[in-house]
DNA sequence: ACACGCATATTGTCATATGATATGATTTTT
DNA sequence: AAAAATCATATCATATGACAATATGCGTGT
């Protein structure tokens, strides 16, 4: 499979490495659960040999999987695949990785329901410390989402820019940090249908994304925090239609 | 400084290894600023002789830093300490570090915004999903809130098991995910003012807390979001109280 | 001035050996 | 016979020394 510049935007992974690909390959195999959660995974060795790498490099790629929560070495033990609530789930390789697996559509709704929480509380606080350059700045990238020209991808990267700069200008630095999650979302979103598709589509998400700005720039909270409150209704709500159109997963 | 119960429980730090002892004392020179951003950090033969540990336990405490997005590294030209809005927050550890350095009033506020973000949302799925084992089980540990014998270190215990339990029974992984951010709140608030302090504190913590649960076990989204909305105000104005009590930051 | 290539420094990878630790079987003691 | 202590063993943890890959920047030649 090809890679995209959205997919390779949002993955970041460098693949040039081998300890990346060791990380990469373990860690899709433990989201996917071909190593079950609480299973004690194979030993160093063993790994080291299926993988053709050497030890340090398995091991180095363990303590990667082990600092986002995935695994937890034991002496004499193994080491066991931790359950799943205590993966960092804003981890944004984990997140990637989920979607290797193929889009799952609860998966998605319950990143809908963190933006819905997240995003509007981003844009009410943005109402209240946006500078007026970042206020200028969310728009251009609002408006910029107006482009006919634009196709699938492009609309995605865009969009992305967009919800980022806003959680930016809300000036707190956790609202920036799940970034990671919206690039999933948008990715995931985006692989499923497009409002790029027809230029109403395009125009209309526009249209929803300008009036957040305003409502900021107007220092309206409650109004910034219900226009972001649309436009994610929306995200979510093409997400449920595409799914009913076409049921069965779509391979990541 | 000697840790009690709550602050291993909250750190989790396996000081044994020195593996976690070299990820510990980078992980904090980076988050203090020791090391600051955009610079080089020495190379790995330098950093293994100064903390005296051979390069294989340093590189792989350097890939733990790296999967939490501290740092960067690059062949010939060094590992560069990354732009703080692509650290990880909702990482444990990163959190615990934070802390480390002192408590500083405005990283408690961030918190208290995201957690005003998410737990009302938490609450209201949990009164949508919640089973009624649940119900139940928030139920004791809210009641459990107000045994007059607890010292503040017992209270942030429950409290923090209390939050967890509505997280879980939002049915949201996600949401799960966020109780490392609960911790940190919860330690930071305890460290400066308890309300076990006095007796009333308790009682009236324990009555809000129980409200909750009234509101999800009646199944009232929007009750379950307001009464969880009064619990985090009410932190958040301790917060406030005490930072103004004491200006000065309290070493970490 | 420009392009090319090489020296160099740093991370990346490898192979092997030894230490630490927890499990389960075995032996000893009561 | 039961309980406690001991030992063998398997696994992760750490150490060491070497080589490979890579990117920078200088220097050389055109």
Do not use: C, Y
Request: hydrophobic residues 45%.
């Amino acid at each position: 499979m090809k890679k995209g510049p959205l997919e390779t935007l949002i993955t970041g992974v460098d693949t040039r490495t081998s300890h990346s690909q060791v990380v990469d390959v373990l860690g899709r195999a433990i989201i996917s659960g071909e190593f079950p959660v609480g299973t004690i995974l194979p030993g160093d060795q063993e790994l080291a040999m299926r993988f053709k790498v050497s030890r340090t490099v398995l091991r180095e790629a363990m303590k990667t999987l082990a600092a986002k929560g995935l695994i937890v070495p034991r002496a004499r033990i193994g080491t066991r695949v931790t359950a799943r609530n205590q993966w960092n789930l804003f981890d944004s390789d984990i997140l990637t990785w989920h979607f290797h697996n193929g889009i799952d559509e609860d998966f998605l709704t319950h990143i809908s329901e963190v933006r819905m929480a997240f995003e509007p509380h981003a844009a009410a606080l943005a109402a209240i410390h946006a500078t007026e350059a970042e206020i200028s700045h969310m728009m251009r990238l609002a408006v910029a989402m107006g482009d006919p020209a634009h196709t699938p991808e492009s609309l995605a990267v865009a969009d992305l820019r967009f919800h980022l700069a806003v959680a930016e200008a809300s000036a707190n630095p956790f609202m920036r940090s799940v970034g990671s999650l919206i690039e999933a979302a948008l990715v995931g979103i985006f692989k499923l249908s497009s409002p790029a598709a027809d230029r109403e589509g395009i125009e209309d998400v526009s249209r929803n994304h300008i009036r957040i700005v305003e409502q900021i720039s107007r220092r309206d909270e409650a109004g910034a925090r219900a226009a972001m409150e649309v436009v994610i209704r929306v995200g979510r709500a093409r997400v449920r239609v595409a799914m009913d159109d076409a049921p069965e997963t779509v391979a990541g």
